[in-house]
């Protein structure tokens, strides 16, 4: 076999495949930059006119500030409530799925939590519209009645249920998997030898979570809350089917306050002319929104990597 | 120390002589289930008197017994085991009410979807059918006519395409990443530009697509593949992650032995790398699809509404099963009988869940069932 | 078919790391020569410049000449890949793959490449590969089964197998017996032996008696401390380096007085 080490028959073949290929999934790779800055500048694009057109012509006549304004309290308020509620269910019940729950139980209950995230946001919405919204009108009325004194719940409440607090609830239910899957994870990577020291010093079993596991993992809770912060902000649908919109109020049992994300979903279809220009601007300033939020949440998790190791 | 045996001494009667030092302060096995029974009871008791019903039954319940049981506790065995059943009975709660939701969706989804689940709903659109219609309906004239046959193809055409451009895309830039860039400055951008567009709200996605296409084509352009292109920028990113993820776990040892003999790279990869993970690669995309499948947001502001079939994805407007159920449930068909627009709209809603758990199920059939046989080591 | 190597002050950096100090040789065509030395003594790194495997992993890069029968394998122009189907390599590790059956893992380097080989042609290199790692009466019967359903020992010959199939000039071996069981590494043992006849073995192992009993030539590697270098201490025939070292640090390390 008289073959040199620069012509040997076989291997040479495919040699352009090699750069080919590599920039194939290098270009892919760039493209997805490309994309999200494409989006960015789109949406700058199309939303240009809102700015530069006088402040009477848009929505509500006193300029683009002033219609965004409400709508951005009005997403805020409906993602707080939503967090306020699931986060403490959605840690406890990823403490559950890790800690609690026997390990026979533990798999069928992660999957049912995965299945809670499968669901259709505009399933979701047709639930809360229709099943959600008249059972919680006793609840209303009662607080309303109780607590009327709060501004937040203070009444006339709504005889249909169909409030931001409502929408809250839903989009608590339609974010809880994603704090429950990332905690979850982060607390079964608690160092076994931690929580075996902890419980040899006779702790309890609250004891040792506190000692060990909520430390280790407090970033990875934070960064899920802020995840799932992301996803409340832009949920559309809950909000759409469930809310009936309104002028920004501070009580959130009566109907009023609305979206941004549910306000570009119900005016869209109609919408032409500047109101499309004004549409695509308040989406601008939610994709603002939710990527600096998603920005911080991912700082938070590449941080956290860093120092534990794991990866 | 003085308290503990204080309360030993009240909570223990002396008949039984001396109780062990391991065993002593325990609570008896029959508390806490008396707590329970006994908080079903009082809960029963406190709902009637606001005006009975199941919920407030169970809510009442539920905060009795989260405050007997503990205190309980704490009585018996001391602060410290207090708080421990304090939070044990707190996670139980918790899983109780993430699970109660889904029930009730799904519930509600059965018994109001599967009265309309009939060949009618399945092979027939809404082609014709007006709020006339509906009235017969209603009055008992005629069945519910109309169907989402349309919206079922249209799901399927955009589905198709959004799976078509996003899977390329995602699996080229998976590839980059792990077999690549390996820790470059711009593997690092991607990775992390990939985290963040996973966050990007779906109607932002849409609105992106629509903003694309209204430059290109003029404002207010609408037609399936605008609805494609809003569904990729959202799959992508899922591809992406999950692709990664599986060409990870491929061992280094299989990528060396190619290139020790003499494999290259792009071949490698192609036939070494991608055949091993093939299965994990196949139940991601599997699971991408089932997240866009349901997406509605998006395709409100690209597909625009139809209400008859059209398999084209190029020219015209389009309805698929999500936007279908939305318009249903928000403009019913007769505004004054809407009970067949909601028909439609939970029948419909019981088939997109079906699709989706179908789809879940797949996935981990197939990354079960394929996963390939790793060296008997 | 077998060749000699010749290497020419030959460093190997990891990054700015000096892994691998200044090191020449020649190794001998139809020869087991063996690479000894403590772990971390740079021994396998070593062996991966032979090939150019040593460029996978990130950051690695080699200074130097390694001679094929007097060409140059870092010569300008020079595609590693060529070399690498000229200069086989078994690893640590028995790594068949485990999409392919045993009749594919054999054909791997051929078919990877997408070279048209007819059916008797296959078979033949099958065959031949085969009884060449002496794994054919073992095999024989189901060669269309993964190869991943083999035991320990047989996984690492049917790894053997793969890598003469492609008919390299020299066979590199990382250590292959590492994690195999006694029956089965005498049985590669036996192998090695008869490779020799054909091939260019290289081989790196921890065990002395392994060395001692299948190598012609033995060199010693060792490290004067973690962060330094590694450095061939000693070249020589096998039963001089281990019966009557001329390095103190030799005779240290075969009489196990090593540290």
């Known amino acids: 076999m008289s073959t040199t080490v620069t012509t040997k028959k076989s291997a040479a073949g495919g040699k352009a495949g090699d750069s080919v290929f590599s920039g194939l999934s290098l270009g892919a790779g760039v493209l997805i930059l490309a994309v999200l800055a494409a989006v960015a500048l789109f949406l700058f694009m199309q939303a240009l006119p809102t700015f530069q057109a006088p402040a009477e012509d848009v929505s509500g006549g006193e300029g683009f500030f002033a219609y965004i304004w409400p709508l951005v309290i009005g997403t805020v308020i409906a993602a707080v409530i939503a967090l306020a509620i699931a986060t403490p269910i959605g840690v406890l019940v990823a403490l559950y799925i890790s800690h609690y729950a026997p390990a026979r139980i533990a798999k069928p209950v992660a999957y049912v939590i995965d299945l809670l995230a499968a669901i259709p946001s505009v399933i979701y919405g047709a639930w809360g519209t229709t099943v959600l919204a008249s059972s919680l009108v006793p609840l209303y009325g009662w607080l309303a009645e109780n607590f009327g004194f709060i501004p937040i719940f203070s009444g006339p409440a709504s005889q249909t249920g169909k409030t931001i607090l409502t929408a809250g609830v839903v989009l608590a239910i339609m974010i809880l998997p994603i704090i429950t899957a990332m905690s979850r994870e982060i607390f079964v990577q608690t160092p076994k030898l931690h929580e075996e020291a902890a419980l040899a010093l006779g702790a309890t079993r609250w004891e040792m979570i506190r000692m060990t596991v909520l430390p280790f993992a407090r970033p990875g809770i934070i960064s899920s809350v802020m995840l799932a912060l992301g996803r409340a902000l832009g949920e559309t649908m809950a909000v759409a089917l469930v809310l009936s919109s309104g002028p920004l109020t501070a009580s959130l049992l009566q109907s009023g306050n609305q979206t941004i994300a549910a306000e570009i979903a119900l005016n869209f279809p109609e919408a032409y002319g500047l109101r499309l220009s004004e549409l695509i601007a308040a989406g601008l300033v939610l994709f603002l929104i939710t990527l600096v939020v998603n920005m911080i949440a991912r700082a938070i998790i590449t941080r956290y990597k860093e120092f534990s190791g794991a990866n | 120390m003085s308290t503990t045996l204080l309360r030993n001494q009240t909570s223990t009667p002396p008949t039984g002589g001396r109780r062990s030092r391991l065993t002593r302060n325990q609570r008896p096995a029959w508390l806490v289930p008396t707590i329970g029974i006994a908080a079903v009871v009082v809960g029963a008791a406190a709902a009637a008197l606001v005006g009975f019903n199941v919920a407030l039954w169970a809510v009442f319940s539920a905060v009795i017994f989260l405050v007997a049981a503990p205190v309980a506790v704490t009585a018996v065995e001391g602060r410290r085991k207090g708080a421990d059943s304090l939070v044990t009975y707190l996670v139980y709660t918790a899983f109780i009410l993430a699970v109660v939701p889904l029930v009730s969706v799904i519930w509600t989804v059965l018994a109001n979807g599967l009265p309309g689940l009939n060949s009618n709903l399945l092979l027939t659109s809404m082609n014709g059918v007006t709020g006339a219609t509906d009235n017969a309906a209603a009055a008992g004239e005629t069945p519910v006519l109309g169907g989402a046959y349309h919206a079922i193809v249209g799901t399927v055409s955009i589905t198709f395409w959004a799976t078509l451009l996003s899977v390329p895309i995602g699996l080229l830039t998976a590839i980059y990443l792990v077999e690549y860039s390996r820790g470059g400055w711009l593997g690092r951008a991607i990775t992390f530009f990939v985290d963040v567009m996973t966050g990007i709200p779906s109607i932002v996605a849409g609105l992106f697509a629509a903003a694309l296409f209204g430059l290109l084509f003029g404002p207010s352009t609408r037609f399936g593949f605008v609805a494609a292109v809003a569904l990729t920028v959202l799959m992508i990113p899922t591809v992406v992650k999950n692709t990664e993820e599986m060409l990870k776990i491929v061992p280094n040892e299989l990528r060396e032995a190619a290139y020790a003999l003499g494999v290259r790279k792009w071949r490698t990869i192609v036939k070494v790398v991608i055949p091993t993970a093939i299965s994990g690669i196949a139940s991601g995309v599997t699971l991408a699809i089932a997240r866009v499948i349901g997406e509605t947001a998006p395709l409100l502001v690209t597909a625009g509404f139809a209400t008859a079939i059209n398999w084209n994805s190029f020219s015209g407007w389009m309805t698929t099963l999500p936007t279908f159920i939305y318009y249903q449930i928000m403009t019913p068909t007769s505004p004054t009988n809407p009970d067949p627009s909601a028909q439609r709209a939970w029948a419909a809603a019981l088939i997109l869940i079906i699709i989706v758990m179908l789809l879940n199920l797949v996935a981990r059939l197939v990354a079960k069932a394929f996963a390939p046989k790793t060296a008997g080591r | ?259």
């Open chain 3, 1 to 259: 078919m077998s060749k000699r190597i010749d290497v020419e002050h030959l460093n190997v950096y990891y990054g700015d790391f000096l892994a691998v100090d200044d090191i020449s040789m020649g190794i001998d065509a139809r020869s087991v020569t063996a690479f000894i030395g403590p772990s971390g003594c740079g021994k396998s790194t070593f062996l991966r410049t032979l090939n150019r495997m040593h460029e996978v992993i990130p950051g690695a890069r080699a200074e130097g000449k390694v001679l094929l029968d007097g060409e140059d394998l870092y010569g300008p122009g020079v595609d590693p890949v060529v070399v690498r189907s000229m200069i086989g390599m078994v690893f640590q590790r028995p790594n068949p793959f485990p999409t392919m059956s045993i009749r594919d893992n054999v054909l791997a380097g051929v078919k990877l490449n997408s070279q048209r080989i007819s059916r008797s042609d296959a078979d033949d290199l099958v065959e031949r590969s085969l009884q060449g790692a002496n794994l054919w009466n073992e095999v024989k019967d189901r060669l269309d089964k993964p190869g991943s359903g083999l035991s320990g020992g047989q996984q690492q010959r049917l790894c053997i197998a793969r890598a003469i199939a492609v008919k390299p000039d020299v066979i590199l071996m990382d250590e292959p017996c590492s994690a195999l069981d006694p029956i089965s590494t005498l049985a590669i043992e036996d192998l090695i032996s008869e490779l020799k006849e054909e091939y260019t073995v290289v081989i790196v192992t921890h065990n002395m008696q392994q060395a001692s009993r299948v190598s012609d030539k033995t060199a010693f590697f060792n490290i004067a401390g973690t962060g330094k270098p590694g450095k061939l201490i000693e070249y020589g025939p096998t039963s001089e380096i281990f019966s009557n070292p001329h390095e103190k640090q030799t005779e240290d390390y075969v009489s196990g007085r090593f540290g």
